[in-house]
Antibody, heavy 120, light 112 residues
Framework: QITLKESGPTLVKPTQTLTLTCTFSGFSLSTLGVGVGWIRQPPGKALEWLALLYWNGDKRYSPSLESRLTITKDTSKNQVVLTMANMDPVDTATYYC????????????WGQGILVTVSS | DIVMTQTPLSSPVTLGQPASISCRSSQSLVHSDGNTYLSWLQQRPGQPPRLVIYKISNRFSGVPDRFSGSGAGTDFTLKISRVEAEDVGVYYCMQATQFPWTFGQGTKVEIK
């Protein structure tokens, strides 16, 4: 059974760096084709894809946020970490991590999400 | 970026009646590997998104067969044959053919 769970601060100040951790079980990020992605959703708004990390270390970022994002993995801990620099109130959102199935480009399992508020 | 446009944005439906959501992409979603990476997600109130349909028409595990997906190229449709109370929520189409992966604005399905 695949599960993912996001953790990190729920309140950050403007200009700070946000660090979120996705801890997962039921799959290995060493398996060919597997990936973990991050998606966010501002309150009452649509989903926005942020980043994707593949089993082989390959990374993809949203071009509009690429300068601020870093995605890394710790395979031994079954974790994927997303950092976002220079946080702003417009970054207030629920942040989700999700599993990319090895057989194709879609997210089949999602975490519950973590609401991050950016405020001084 | 590929822009995903959903219509309608709101769909009031009577229980037991069908519902249909359209999703149009600004360019073809056919990938170089021959697949079309168009998926549909359901987000019930207060819940994370849940995969309903992947690669246009494949129902994900545990999804009732009243859900179906169709389309090709740039035009896609999600249909619910007979809406049940548990189907209430917002539905998103998502393309994963080209980076950055993008979502539609969402369509709210509610009971009349």
């Amino acid at each position: 059974q695949i599960t993912l769970k996001e953790s990190g601060p729920t309140l950050v100040k403007p200009t700070q760096t946000l660090t979120l951790t996705c801890t997962f079980s039921g799959f290995s990020l060493s398996t060919l084709g597997v990936g973990v992605g991050w998606i966010r959703q501002p309150p009452g708004k649509a989903l926005e894809w942020l980043a994707l990390l593949y089993w082989n270390g390959d990374k993809r970022y949203s071009p509009s946020l690429e300068s601020r994002l870093t995605i890394t993995k710790d395979t031994s801990k079954n974790q994927v970490v997303l950092t976002m620099a220079n946080m702003d109130p417009v970054d207030t959102a629920t942040y989700y991590c999700a599993h990319r199935l090895s057989s194709g480009n879609f997210f089949d399992y999602w975490g519950q999400g973590i609401l991050v508020t950016v405020s001084s | 970026d590929i822009v995903m446009t959903q219509t309608p944005l709101s769909s009031p439906v009577t229980l037991g009646q069908p519902a249909s959501i359209s999703c149009r992409s600004s360019q073809s979603l056919v990938h170089s590997d021959g697949n079309t990476y168009l998926s549909w997600l359901q987000q019930r109130p207060g819940q994370p998104p849940r995969l309903v349909i992947y690669k246009i028409s494949n129902r994900f595990s545990g999804v009732p067969d009243r859900f179906s997906g169709s389309g090709a190229g740039t035009d896609f449709t999600l249909k619910i044959s007979r809406v049940e109370a548990e189907d209430v929520g917002v539905y998103y189409c998502m393309q994963a053919t080209q980076f950055p992966w993008t979502f539609g604005q969402g369509t709210k399905v509610e009971i009349k």
